[in-house]
């Protein structure tokens, strides 16, 4: 579990509890069933407009999956097992075969198959890396895009909603004591662009910018598990991999010798 991120949900939510605790007593004046209307369903009508709509379901699963789930990119980890399968290629490339199914990263097991097969060389090698790499960063970009611009539709619904509240109110005007009902008629007109405004910069677009930063990471890794596997192809020397898998880390960050 993503400990992170439920920490962010739960504090933004607490923040507009407190907030609107602050605004009014009567808290039930912005449960108003119009602009939870137009703009929680005129967001879905357009999310379902612009993509397929299985690939707008699958979005739970990703912000399940993705946002919420365990994530903790372990560099050092992932070092330590290619440095292991440098290990085994050194008695023979059939040897990776051993530690194949105590990897963790599944990008690292297939690597680690292409090495101890033999039938590729160190060119082809990585060229299907990279353009697995390249499928894998398209596939998680476009998740994140895809939250992008749906943020973009809440607010805009929401003024959607402000604006008919706002029709309402104008026809009010010139009735018995309508100067008694412009303020109330106005404030309900205007939680639909609050409903919009939260929506989107509270749950689409910071799920976005954490799926970015972690495809990032992910992409990050797997260069390194990639530039580490066509090394051990080409036989390169243990203590020369450690130190060009170290070179994509912090120093502090760096696995050392010892730990080798």
């Known amino acids: 579990m993503n400990f992170s991120s439920l920490v962010g949900i739960f504090l933004g939510i607490s923040v507009i509890f407190s907030a609107l605790r602050a605004t009014t007593d009567h808290m039930e004046m912005f449960l108003d069933f119009h602009g939870i209307l137009i703009v929680c369903g005129g967001t879905a009508a357009a999310a379902s407009i612009s993509f397929p709509i299985f690939r707008v379901v699958t979005l739970l699963k990703v912000f399940l ?17 290619i440095l292991e399968v440098s290990r085994k290629a050194a008695a023979g490339a059939s040897n990776i075969n ?29 060229d299907v890396l990279e353009q697995r790499l390249k499928t894998v960063e398209t596939r998680y970009m476009q998740e994140a895009n895809m939250f992008r611009i749906i943020g973009k539709f809440p607010p805009a619904f929401g003024l959607l909603a402000t604006t008919l509240g706002m ?32 929506l989107a910069n509270l749950i689409f677009i910071p799920i976005a910018e954490n799926l970015t930063e972690r495809t990032h990471e992910e992409v990050a890794l797997r260069k390194m598990i990639m530039e580490g596997m066509i090394r051990i192809k080409a036989q390169a020397n243990p203590i020369a991999l450690r130190e060009h898998l170290n070179s994509y880390l912090l120093p502090k960050d760096r696995v050392h010798r010892k730990a080798a």
């Not at 104008?170 to 639909?192: E, V, Y």
């Open 65 to 81: 999956l993705r946002v919420l789930g365990r994530h903790r990119t372990d560099y050092q980890d992932v070092i330590n097992q």
């Open 167 to 198: 029709i309402s109110l104008l026809q009010k005007i010139g009735q018995p004591d309508s100067q008694k009902l412009i303020g109330p008629a106005m404030s309900i007109g205007l939680i639909g662009t609050l409903y919009g405004i939260t």
């Open 98 to 126: 051993e530690v194949i199914p105590n990897l963790k990263h599944e990008f690292l097991k297939e690597a680690a198959s292409l090495v101890s097969s033999g039938v590729l060389n160190e060119a082809e090698i990585r």
